[in-house]
């Protein structure tokens, strides 16, 4: 990713239009004093990211469960009863 289009905050302020327009098609790093501070990218891609953390948060939980973890409440009850 580090191929990934860069602007300045004060370019990014003046010009966001254009830089919302190109995260449109790709993400857009926002740099600040040489930093890279945040990135713009489109709300489809952000989605798709996002349905990808949830896949592999469910896939965590089912590798959890099968290994015995017995989540919150159970294990609070358990805990209680000893």
């Known amino acids: 990713m580090d191929n990934m289009r860069s602007v300045t905050s004060t370019l990014a302020k003046n010009q966001l239009g254009q830089v919302l327009e190109t995260a449109l098609t790709e993400p857009v790093t926002i ?3 040489g930093r890279k501070v945040a990135v713009v990218l489109s709300w489809k891609e952000y989605e798709r990211l996002q349905a990808l953390e949830d ?5 965590e939980a089912k590798r959890a469960e099968s290994e015995g973890y017995l989540g919150q409440g159970a294990s609070r009850r358990v805990l209680r009863a000893k």
Do not use: I, M, S, V
Request: aromatic residues 24%.
């Open 55 to 59: 896949t592999w948060w469910a896939r």
């Open 31 to 33: 740099t600040k004093t």
